[in-house]
């Protein structure tokens, strides 16, 4: 995006040997050496650069992370039977992406290091200016830290770079001085960094991400493995920071489907995203080439869309469970942005669509696409790309809403009244407005032919529907479908119901009155609000309903402790709806030594202290 941290691929290289010392003599005399760098306000900004290119890595969100953080879940699952990988429970600890994003994590880390090692060296930059840069770079740490330790649990903490082979060789320490270190780091930075209205934009480390990402730390803790129940008083109190902040001014999106389209047209909405992880180029257009940082969102988990489209190559790796296409109620218009009903077609036209119908049985469901990440809407021209700049948002303000509510919900033992708006508010914003069916009250009489079906005008846009005929009358009225696909049907909004007018088709006397949907029909319903359980167990469905595809699913279920169980269902299931499928080893492959991921080989073989996760 615009306000991208550009990367200087020299500075990188300096950063990643930290303090190491220079073996050949006579040294390069373009070596930038941390004896000789960090003197000024830019070469630590540079540096800051370097700690923030870790969010974007290929390594990390930049493509591994939406691999592996998602498809081991109830959400979706790896299509592609030949590719093995933690996505499906078939891998070793060698494997690649597991290893990348290890590996990508402990560069961060280091880079950190650093930078904080470094960063007081020349007292005449401001302090100001360096508290910035220390704030900024903490929050880093702790957050390449807080990653490790939800997916690999203890691991060695180093809060010095590394300077010699020789410091390789670190034991590992238990997750919970992990989890110290990581609320240490980020607790240090919230009062350094900036706040996000001044800032203006998402791409940084600001306030409200840092007290958003302390309330997501604060609510792991108390759940697995942990169980540290006195967290969830501190994840409610950093939540309610963000929520009562009139500064930054958080709220939410109107449209659930605008939050993505913005993100992929390159635009911030500071409002509902705290923070994401930037993107910039698409690899192909020499214009954005020479500092370019790019992902495969779209092309992996978005709808298909062959080669040569002017939609943009969508390759399509993911396929939904039914369980998540069941897990959306009539009204709630997350479903049919989440829920791809249709393919891209293969034409020199931009998002050009094939409808697809609705599946007829609990098979066809497990073969449908994702389709949040939509790529016709991506802002840099995708050509023959596979890669795109749509930003992921790590933390968005409809999490802060619904993590309050869940620890405020396990403090008071029942769900409270805020508790219940606060959910209410995600609920009633994702909820259409539209019409929902159109019953026909008299058939009338000498049809000939279809007649036209007019909707009186809705409140931003109108319903759209085709009559049919039979036998000279009326006996139908169905909602057209809608071609743009961000609804299943062309329902409108209305704050009222709409008249419905038939006319022509050569008969008369047809009448037929509308239902709307109205965004209070979103709201919890009275079973989920009966106990904290009950309350509890809607919340976790909740979350997969509005963060799904967002990387943070395998985490939910980890800290809620029943990843395993979860996935073990799945595997029940599909193998229920879909006997011998190949998907269904990707769930029923699961153990319970998946509930960590394997230490990698190569840092089993590097660091003699290193011990290896049960089960590997």
């Known amino acids: ?41 830019q070469q630590l900004n540079f540096a800051l650069s370097g700690v ?24 979706a699952y790896m299509n592609r039977l030949t590719l093995n990988g933690p996505f499906n429970f078939n891998y070793s600890a060698s494997d690649p992406y597991m290893t990348g994003l290890w590996t990508t994590l402990w560069d961060g880390i280091n880079r950190a290091n650093v930078l904080l090692e470094n960063l007081d060296k020349n007292p005449d930059i401001p302090q100001a200016a360096r508290d910035r840069v220390r704030g900024e770079t903490l929050f880093l ?29 670190v034991a590992r320490v238990s997750a919970k001085e992990v989890y110290d270190q990581v609320l240490s ?33 604060c609510l792991t803790m108390a759940g697995e493995p942990l169980k540290d129940v006195t967290k969830y008083q501190d994840a409610k109190m950093w939540a309610k920071k963000v929520m009562d902040d009139t500064q930054a001014g958080h709220s939410l999106n109107p449209s659930y489907a605008n939050i993505f389209i913005t993100l992929a047209q390159d635009k911030y909405d500071t409002k509902e995203n705290l923070w994401e992880a930037e993107f910039y180029g698409n690899n192909v257009d020499p214009a954005t ?84 990440w939509r790529r016709e809407y991506e802002a840099i021209p995708r050509g023959t790309s596979v890669v795109s700049a749509t930003n992921m948002p790590i933390i968005r303000y409809s999490d802060i809403l619904l993590m309050f509510a869940e620890a405020d919900n396990e403090i008071n033992g029942t769900p409270t009244a805020d508790a219940i708006e606060a959910v209410n508010l995600v609920r009633r914003r994702a909820w259409s407005t539209g019409v929902k069916s159109i019953a026909v009250t008299n058939g009338g009489s000498g049809y000939t032919s279809a007649p036209s079906v007019t909707i009186a005008a809705g409140d931003g846009s109108s319903a759209e529907a085709t009559a049919v ?53 979103g709201e919890v319903p009275a079973a989920a609000r009966a106990s904290k359980t009950a309350f509890r167990a809607f919340i976790q469905d909740e979350r997969m309903r509005e963060f799904n595809m967002e990387g943070c699913r395998k985490a939910d279920l980890l800290r809620w402790g029943i990843f395993l169980n979860v996935n073990q269902d799945m595997g029940n299931q599909a193998q229920q709806d879909a006997p011998g499928a190949g998907f269904v080893l990707s769930f029923t492959r699961a153990s319970a030594r998946d509930v960590l991921m394997p230490i990698p080989e190569k840092e089993m073989i590097n660091n003699l202290k290193m011990t290896q996760n049960p089960g590997w």
């Not at 009062?191 to 001044?198: A, F, G, Q, W």
């Not at 370019?292 to 988990?301: P, V």
Request: charged residues 15%.
């Open 1 to 41: 995006m615009n306000r991208k941290y550009y990367i200087l691929i020299l500075f990188l290289s300096v950063a990643g040997l930290g303090g190491c010392k220079k073996f050949l003599q006579p040294g390069p005399t373009d070596f930038l050496s941390t004896t000789t760098y960090y003197k000024t306000e």
């Open 52 to 75: 923030y290119n870790t969010v974007g890595n290929g390594g990390f969100w930049g493509s591994y992370a939406n691999y592996l953080l998602d498809w081991e879940a109830d959400i």
């Open 141 to 169: 740490r702790g957050y390449y830290y807080f990653t490790l330790v939800q997916y690999w649990g203890g691991v060695p903490l180093k809060l010095a770079s590394t300077k010699s082979p020789s410091e390789v060789s």
């Open 185 to 217: 780091d980020m607790t240090a930075a919230e009062p350094l960094v900036r706040d996000i209205k001044s800032l203006g934009f998402s791409g940084a480390v600001n306030k409200s991400a840092v007290r958003g990402m302390l309330a997501r730390v």
């Open 289 to 372: 080439m020479a500092f370019a940082e790019w992902t495969n969102i779209g092309y992996i988990n978005g709808p298909q869309s062959a080669a040569g489209s002017a939609t943009g190559n969508g390759a399509a790796y993911m396929n939904i469970t039914a369980k998540f296409y069941n897990a959306f109620e009539s009204g709630d218009l997350r479903k049919w942005w989440s829920v791809a009903h249709f393919t891209y077609v293969n034409s020199a036209v931009n998002g050009e669509k094939l409808m697809s119908s609705p599946p007829a049985t609990e098979r066809d469901k497990w073969y449908l696409f994702p389709a949040k």
């Open 469 to 521: 005929v039979q036998g000279g009358a009326v006996v139908e009225i169905n909602l057209n479908r809608d071609p743009t696909g961000t609804r299943f049907f062309k329902e409108g909004s209305y704050t009222s119901t709409p008249l419905v007018t038939i006319s022509g088709g050569g008969g008369s006397g047809a009448a037929a009155v509308a239902t709307i949907y109205k965004a209070a029909d």
